[in-house]
């Protein structure tokens, strides 16, 4: 799981660094951080003592991952000042939105993705090329806002499936027909900007 997560987070861009047990607190703190991702219960240790480590310290950005899902547990994360709660098991893209989110409330990312006159709010649901609101539904703005992110990468429909959607497995004909959707609205008022890579899949690229 350690794995997958990282593997999503560099996917966003991030820049990660991992431990598989309980690390000394000055490890994690002397990288400077900007969010930690803390799994509750540690092979020789407790997540939630690490996080009064860590706060001890550092006002820290803490999100947990447990199985514990009594309310007793998910009440203690919180008092202990988490910014966040997940239940395994729990879909990647769930996880990066709450990363997102986190961040953008501690001013980390900005709140809105721009280029080439295109302003995308994803965690508000709107979009607009060109000052014209484009009326994108839930998941093509999901959809969107990923490419950009991704901008300049060219990104297969099992990537997209897996991390918009949060399936490892379906129908390439479901992100076919979103990009198609998704490319009208936007073309109405500009150029293109979602290119198709043959062989492979899709590029956002201004």
Do not use: C
């Amino acid at each position: 799981m350690r794995d997958a997560v990282r593997a999503a987070l560099v996917a966003e861009r991030f820049t990660t660094t991992t431990f598989d047990d309980v690390p000394d607190p000055g490890d994690v703190l002397g990288l400077a951080p900007d969010l930690a991702i803390l799994d509750v219960l540690l092979p020789s240790g407790d997540g939630f003592q690490l996080a009064r480590l860590l706060r001890h310290h550092r006002e820290l950005p803490i999100i947990f991952l447990t199985a514990r899902d009594a309310v007793a547990d998910r009440v203690a994360g919180l008092e202990l000042g988490a910014d966040d709660y997940l239940i395994k098991p729990f879909a990647l893209e769930e996880l990066m939105a709450r990363v997102r989110a986190v961040l953008r409330r501690r001013g980390k990312i900005p709140q809105v993705l721009e280029v080439e006159r295109l302003l995308v709010d994803d965690e508000h649901g709107f979009a607009t090329r060109a000052g014209r609101e484009l009326g994108l539904t839930f998941t093509e703005l999901r959809l969107l806002a990923f490419l950009i992110r991704h901008r300049g990468q060219a990104l297969s429909k099992d990537q997209l499936l897996t991390q918009v959607w949060g399936y490892d497995a379906y129908d390439h004909n479901l992100v076919e027909v979103h990009i198609s959707a998704l490319r009208r609205k936007l073309e109405a008022h500009g150029p293109r900007l979602i290119h198709t890579v043959r062989g492979i899949g899709y590029r956002f690229s201004p």
